[in-house]
């Protein structure tokens, strides 16, 4: 059982940058893809990006590239999501997930576990 806990979200202008955290509970964390998916209001859960297990690979969403990063840190048990240039269609909950099968090159929404999610807000 892995337990998940998102920190990080707020209000933040356009332009702006939020560092989003997400903290692992369990001991093989290192066995896990971590992804990031976001929701926004009266939509569909949405890809945001994945790293591998050893966090030597990324894959974002086309929306995301070159805004966003995400990076892991195995001995602490955590994930985060440096989001940058921020625009208000970010605006958004936004989930870390975690996968014991299968690659990080998968944008697809099959996780094992979720977190509770962390609302982004981005004003204009």
């Known amino acids: 059982q892995v337990q998940l806990v998102e920190s990080g979200g707020g209000l933040v202008q356009a332009g702006g940058s939020l560092r989003l955290s997400c903290a692992a509970s369990g001991r093989t964390f290192d066995s896990y893809v971590m992804g990031w998916f976001r929701q926004a209001p009266g939509q569909e859960r949405e890809f945001v990006g994945t790293?591998?297990?050893?966090?030597?690979?990324?894959y974002y969403a086309d929306s995301v590239k070159g805004r966003f990063t995400i990076s892991r840190d195995n001995a602490k048990n955590t994930v985060s999501l440096q989001m940058i240039s921020l625009k208000p269609e970010d605006t958004a909950v936004y989930y870390c997930?975690?996968?014991?099968?299968?690659?990080?090159?998968?944008?697809?929404?099959?996780?094992?576990?979720w977190g509770q999610g962390t609302q982004v807000t981005v004003s204009s």
């Open positions: 997930a975690a996968r014991m099968r299968g690659s990080y090159y998968d944008s697809g929404p099959i996780y094992d576990y």
């Open positions: 790293i591998s297990r050893g966090g030597i690979s990324t």
